[in-house]
């Protein structure tokens, strides 16, 4: 298999892409033939696009505000980050871990690498379509019948260093399924894929490197990859972050709600007009969801006294244990602030009573909402097991 670095010009926003890298090729003296994998590095897709920003130009929000003053990052690059990413899952500081189109990112995607001074490269707005433009350019310039992969550089957990990940792959099979083969003692292999793509990344970064080599792209000739026209089987496949070995593991906070418990967010809104909160005007309102399929709504409960206030969510679940049901799916909460509103230390415990895997949809008056089991909220919580009891 050989690895041919192309060099081009630095490629600016509006050039053309495709035309520079048939000038690169040329100047270095070979071109394109069947069977080839052509692997580019995704921001100068993004700078071709004219993805280029100037943090000049970008005005923080609160919310990007307060997560770059925890995280210590620049406030503008933060409301980009949150603007280009679907969920923010964390982070350390100086980079945010998001997930993106159902990949996982720092920052979005994001990078200062390469980029003019004072600006940033955002991620190519569509990365499968150009990959497919790409193609299909290259294709009809040539003649020959190629892949086309447009790829990044991670870091693996608890490991330093980067390996190639690709972002979208056009032309060939991403990921190939070794299910039924068998290794080298006869047995079955049950759950192994082989990430083509990736690897083929991984093998274009050691020449196309992480600085100023001026190699935006290579050529992989002699890959043994599997080439299709067929668009399905080109997309590279995700998996859902609860099912993620690293991520399930450690669990995965609150995260966009993406629908299922509109009716139970509609509920909690109507509770909440029936709020009793003459001291804060801070009203609340909560519907609980039974796995009977009934629902329990109910709303904040205030106190001259203030310890004998009462929370929308604990009303909601004692009207619930009172007509005798104690086995919940989700309780949804609304309240008129900024963010969506989160149950209090103690509404967690009371939930956590009843069961790790509830669902707490948390929301505003505005429609946002965000979602997350109740041990997400509140991990390792005080529970009968601390008794030596099975609950």
């Known amino acids: ?12 926003p509006g050039d053309d892409l495709v035309a520079a890298l048939l000038l690169g090729m040329k100047k270095e003296g070979f071109g394109l033939a069947d069977g080839d994998v052509l692997v580019i590095a995704e921001s100068v897709v993004a700078t071709a696009e004219g993805g280029v920003v100037e943090l000049s130009g970008v005005i923080p929000g609160t919310r990007a505000r307060e997560l770059a003053d925890k995280y210590r990052k620049d406030p503008r690059e933060m409301e980009l980050v949150i603007s280009s990413s679907d ?24 990078d200062h690498s390469n980029a003019p001074p004072g600006s940033v490269v955002l991620f190519p707005k569509e990365p499968q379509r150009s990959a497919a433009v790409i193609r299909r350019r290259l294709e009809e310039a040539t003649g020959k019948r190629i892949g086309v992969i447009i790829g990044d550089s991670r870091t693996h957990p608890l490991r330093l260093g980067c390996v190639g990940v ?10 190939e399924d070794a299910r039924g083969q068998r290794d080298l003692y006869g047995r079955p292999l049950e759950v192994t894929r082989k ?36 668009g399905e089987k080109m997309n590279i496949p995700s998996i859902a972050p609860e099912e993620c070995m690293y991520i399930g593991s450690l669990r995965c906070g609150p995260h966009p709600y993406q629908g299922g418990y ?7 809104t109507k509770a909440r007009d029936r709020s009793y909160a003459p001291y804060s ?60 509103v989160a149950p209090c230390g103690i509404c967690r415990q009371t939930l956590l009573e009843f069961g790790e895997e509830i669902k707490v949809i948390m929301a505003n008056a505005r429609g946002e909402a965000e979602i997350a089991t109740i041990e997400e909220l509140l991990p390792r919580g005080f529970t009968g097991r601390s008794f030596g009891f099975d609950a």
Request: glycine share 12%; net charge negative; hydrophobic share 50%.
């Open 262 to 268: 509109d009716r139970l967010i509609e509920e909690a």
């Open 281 to 340: 005007g801070f009203r609340v309102g909560a519907a609980l969801l039974t796995k009977r399929g009934n629902v329990y709504s109910a709303a904040n409960l205030e106190n001259a006294s203030s310890g004998a206030a009462i929370c929308a969510e604990r009303a909601a679940i004692a009207k619930a244990v009172s007509e005798g049901e104690m086995e919940f799916e989700a309780l949804a909460v609304v309240a008129e602030c900024e963010e969506p």
């Open 1 to 12: 298999m050989e690895v041919l670095g192309i060099k081009t010009d630095l490629v600016k």
């Open 87 to 110: 969920r923010i899952m964390g982070g350390i500081p100086g980079v945010v871990l998001t997930i993106k189109d159902g990949f996982l990112y720092p920052n979005a995607g994001i």
């Open 195 to 230: 990430a083509v793509a990736d690897n083929l990344v991984s093998a274009a970064e050691v020449v196309m490197g992480e600085g100023d080599e001026g190699v935006p792209a290579v050529i992989i000739r002699g890959a043994p990859v599997k080439f299709t026209g067929d």
């Open 166 to 175: 690709a972002l979208a792959c056009d032309g060939i099979v991403p990921v």
